[in-house]
């Protein structure tokens, strides 16, 4: 049963549970004038005045019954052939996931916008930062679409170009920016995926990298090499996760709050860091608590708990395993035992493991039905709308990034590519297909 099925049958009362709020029972497009990120996950963050918004879509597509919105797009699809590709995040609706050409995490779809060398257009069933990734790799020549403008994403927008090029200038007037005697410099610049454009190309102008929850340790290590310390946004449960398992202390490891001076801390703490993290999270993984993985472990004795690393240290700390969505799905194809898993990711993708996996007993940490409200607003009838309109000529909600950004943002993605993924040091390892990120090819 899909998620949207599941939160209509528990609005209406005709299931048992609960979710975080009724409202995600209602159409996504009633949501598309209101400000705010929409019902779910991120619907009490902040979302900046200049966030993409989502005009109406024609009423054929809002009206249209799921199954004839189904065989739209894939007609539309079949007529547009090699001249399209279809790219969905795990954390997506099934509605959608069923329409993707491919299936994958951040690294992966980075990835599979480079293999598809005859694609006129990409639609990228992902929220806005990715949309923006794809661009920045894809040809000159490809278009790239976002089906819903408003698909955006709460935590990257917990760091912005004016504040980070703000914390920036206070870092290296506290650092200099001479390199010590083995050639490396103050402050390395690493920003999570989920970041605008614009905080890509500042790390590529200023010698850092992207990297994304697959990656995190190669390229903290990159970056160690380069650098004495580490500037690390927008997540600070990544990074902060990740430099624990390599070793750092937590005391080494200062919060930057971009509202305060020195970003609340003294000069000293700030000379003593190894990674400065930045005041931002994901609302679907600060869900997440010890006491839920305490009562999956008493209601099912032997459960292996499984964890993203945007989850709080405590959480991570108490899980059985941590890592990517992609190292998640690999876990759990892994076990060749009937295994009980508790997982803490994203609702979508929790079920979509269950379903696939009937042989294991696999639930969601949080009993609440709550999902990534951003990835929520990819809807088939947005899908439809913009494929239907390809196949008439038309792009429409296409993502471009402009070309000075483009340079200094491709930088840094190409060095995040070049930084294969490798398992957290200190966690459990489920495997040699667990470390490799191959995007799900689903046409394949």
Same mark, same amino acid.
């Given at each position: 049963?899909?998620?949207?099925?599941?939160?209509?049958?528990?609005?209406?009362?005709?299931?048992?549970?609960?979710?975080?709020?009724?409202?995600?029972?209602?159409?996504?497009?009633?949501?598309?004038?209101?400000?705010?990120?929409?019902?779910?996950?991120?619907?009490?963050?902040?979302?900046?005045?200049?966030?993409?918004?989502?005009?109406?879509?024609?009423?054929?597509?809002?009206?249209?019954?799921?199954?004839?919105?189904?065989?739209?797009?894939?007609?539309?699809?079949?007529?547009?052939?090699?001249? *399209?590709?279809?790219?969905?995040?795990?954390?997506?609706?099934?509605?959608?996931?069923?329409?993707?050409?491919?299936?994958?995490?951040?690294?992966?779809?980075?990835?599979?916008?480079?293999?598809?060398?005859?694609?006129?257009?990409?639609?990228?069933?992902?929220?806005?930062?990715?949309?923006?990734?794809?661009?920045?790799?894809?040809?000159?020549?490809?278009?790239?679409?976002?089906?819903?403008?408003?698909?955006?994403?709460?935590?990257?927008?917990?760091?912005?170009?004016?504040?980070?090029?703000?914390?920036?200038?206070?870092?290296?007037?506290?650092?200099?920016?001479?390199?010590?005697?083995?050639?490396?410099?103050?402050?390395?610049?690493?920003?999570?995926?989920?970041?605008?454009?614009?905080?890509?190309?500042?790390?590529?102008?200023?010698?850092?990298?992207?990297?994304?929850?697959?990656?995190?340790?190669?390229?903290?290590?990159?970056?160690?090499?380069?650098?004495?310390?580490?500037?690390?946004?927008?997540?600070?449960?990544?990074?902060?996760?990740?430099?624990?398992?390599?070793?750092?202390?937590?005391?080494?490891?200062?919060?930057?709050?971009?509202?305060?001076?020195?970003?609340?801390?003294?000069?000293?703490?700030?000379?003593?860091?190894?990674? *400065?993290?930045?005041?931002?999270?994901?609302?679907?993984?600060?869900?997440?608590?010890?006491?839920?993985?305490?009562?999956?472990?008493?209601?099912?004795?032997?459960?292996?708990?499984?964890?993203?690393?945007?989850?709080?240290?405590?959480?991570?700390?108490?899980?059985?395993?941590?890592?990517?969505?992609?190292?998640?799905?690999?876990?759990?194809?892994?076990?060749?035992?009937?295994?009980?898993?508790?997982?803490?990711?994203?609702?979508?993708?929790?079920?979509?493991?269950?379903?696939?996996?009937?042989?294991?007993?696999?639930?969601?940490?949080?009993?609440?039905?709550?999902?990534?409200?951003?990835?929520?607003?990819?809807?088939?009838?947005?899908?439809?709308?913009?494929?239907?309109?390809?196949?008439?000529?038309?792009?429409?909600?296409?993502?471009?990034?402009?070309?000075?950004?483009?340079?200094?943002?491709?930088?840094?993605?190409?060095?995040?590519?070049?930084?294969?993924?490798?398992?957290?040091?200190?966690?459990?390892?489920?495997?040699?297909?667990?470390?490799?990120?191959?995007?799900?090819?689903?046409?394949?």
């Amino acid at each position: 049963m899909s998620i949207a099925t599941t939160i209509e049958l528990i609005s209406n009362g005709r299931a048992a549970g609960t979710t975080c709020t009724p409202d995600l029972a209602a159409p996504t497009w009633d949501f598309d004038s209101v400000p705010g990120y929409g019902p779910g996950s991120s619907m009490s963050d902040v979302i900046p005045t200049s966030s993409p918004r989502q005009g109406v879509i024609p009423d054929e597509y809002r009206n249209a019954p799921d199954d004839e919105l189904h065989e739209r797009i894939e007609r539309a699809k079949a007529t547009l052939g090699d001249r *399209v590709v279809v790219l969905g995040h795990f954390y997506q609706r099934d509605e959608v996931v069923r329409h993707a050409d491919f299936l994958g995490d951040s690294f992966q779809l980075a990835n599979a916008a480079l293999t598809k060398p005859d694609a006129e257009a990409i639609v990228f069933c992902g929220v806005h930062f990715m949309a923006e990734t794809a661009d920045i790799l894809a040809r000159d020549d490809q278009r790239v679409i976002l089906p819903n403008l408003a698909a955006g994403c709460s935590m990257a927008d917990m760091a912005d170009i004016d504040s980070v090029e703000a914390a920036w200038a206070e870092l290296t007037a506290l650092y200099g920016t001479e390199p010590d005697a083995d050639g490396r410099v103050p402050v390395i610049p690493v920003t999570y995926m989920n970041s605008a454009a614009d905080l890509k190309a500042f790390c590529g102008r200023n010698g850092g990298i992207v990297c994304t929850s697959s990656n995190a340790a190669t390229v903290l290590e990159w970056a160690f090499e380069r650098g004495q310390r580490v500037l690390f946004f927008p997540d600070q449960h990544l990074g902060r996760n990740t430099a624990k398992a390599m070793g750092i202390s937590t005391d080494r490891m200062p919060m930057w709050n971009p509202r305060l001076a020195g970003g609340g801390n003294t000069a000293a703490e700030l000379l003593e860091a190894q990674v *400065v993290l930045w005041h931002g999270f994901c609302s679907v993984h600060r869900r997440f608590t010890v006491d839920q993985i305490e009562q999956a472990r008493r209601e099912h004795p032997g459960v292996t708990v499984i964890v993203h690393p945007e989850c709080p240290m405590a959480v991570v700390d108490a899980a059985d395993v941590a890592g990517s969505t992609d190292l998640i799905r690999k876990t759990v194809a892994a076990a060749t035992e009937p295994t009980t898993f508790a997982i803490g990711t994203e609702i979508n993708m929790v079920n979509r493991l269950a379903a696939e996996y009937p042989q294991h007993t696999i639930f969601c940490l949080d009993p609440v039905v709550c999902p990534c409200s951003t990835m929520y607003r990819i809807h088939p009838g947005y899908l439809a709308w913009v494929l239907e309109a390809l196949v008439r000529g038309e792009v429409l909600n296409e993502i471009v990034v402009p070309a000075a950004v483009q340079v200094d943002a491709k930088v840094a993605l190409e060095r995040m590519l070049a930084a294969r993924p490798r398992p957290l040091a200190g966690q459990r390892d489920p495997g040699p297909a667990a470390t490799t990120a191959t995007t799900t090819d689903v046409r394949a």
